[in-house]
């Protein structure tokens, strides 16, 4: 049986990743998580035989500890972190804290014998974008604020842990990435709670920064094809979408396919943190997959239905 332990669990993409991986009843996962930002909501399968969740700080190294001591981890998929645009703004110190939790988990995988630590880094150590489509490898790392710079120095802790120990590890950098489990600190899950209740969506700025939205499934499906057929071992892979949408038109997108009555308001726009484009090269991301990556359309439909069944 594989031990794996997924720290920031109770969040959208770990809840979401912890649900696929508890399938395989040869995995025996262990969440935690401080529930700062997640939701014991987004695990429901506590029911499950191989699962365990426990309430833990990982930037709190003896609550850590404790817990990798104990069960000697095969793998460590490592997604804690403070996230949300404006809650990153407004906490750059407790965002540095996050610096902690990396040296805490890599020190003890190094120490327990995990065989590859998982890394969730963010589209946005790219910064204000250079090069487009924006490549794993030849495109500058131009980040400045604290979040993107955080990303990146945990990058450069996996990389230096298996330079100087051997230690394996797979950076996936994740751009926005939507499923019914997202709370409403990101665009898309805000957006559409404002449509489906016919309240006004507001913008900042004109609009026209662009993002590109990866549905969750695509973000699952190559994270565990990673794990389980070994791609991408001591390499960095974009985990996103390649269909860049600006800001404006996904509002007018989500109006029109939830026959919303919402108004679209422009608000001025933000002092920082607000990129103009995303768009990542996907190539890696695709080889692996071998399928082409869900339509923002197709995404927002599931999402949309799968929210009418829970309100009905």
Known sequence: ??????????GNVGGSLVEVLLKNRENYVVVV??????????IPFASFPNFKFIKADVNNYD???????????NYVFHYAALVGVKRTLDNPIKVLDDIQGIKNILNLSKNTGVNRVFYSSSSEVYGEPVEYPQNEHTTPLNSRLPYA???????????????????????????NTYG????????LSKFLKAAMNNED??????????????????????????????HCINDVMNVGNDHETSVLELASKIIEITNSKSKII???????GDMTRRMPDTSKMKKILGRELTSLESGITRIVNEWKNYID
């Not at 049986?1 to 109770?10: D, E, N, Q, R, Y």
């Not at 609550?63 to 981890?73: R, Y």
């Not at 422009?266 to 920082?272: D, F, G, K, S």
Request: glycine share 6%.
């Open 266 to 272: 422009h608000l001025p726009p933000l002092q920082e």
């Open 149 to 175: 710079i955080v990303k990146n120095v945990g990058e450069a802790f996996l990389k230096s842990f298996h330079k100087e120990y051997g230690m394996d590890y797979t950076i996936f950098r994740f751009f």
């Open 1 to 10: 049986m594989k031990k794996i332990l997924v720290t920031g669990g109770a």
């Open 33 to 42: 998580d401080n529930l700062i930002t997640g939701s014991l909501s987004k």
């Open 63 to 73: 609550e850590i500890a404790a817990i990798m001591l104990s069960f000697q981890f």
């Open 201 to 230: 969506i507001t913008i900042y700025g004109d609009g026209s920064q662009t993002r590109t939205f990866c549905f969750i499934e695509d973000n699952l499906d190559v994270t565990v094809k990673s794990l389980e057929n070994n």
């Open 180 to 187: 019914p489990r997202q709370s409403q600190d990101f665009v």
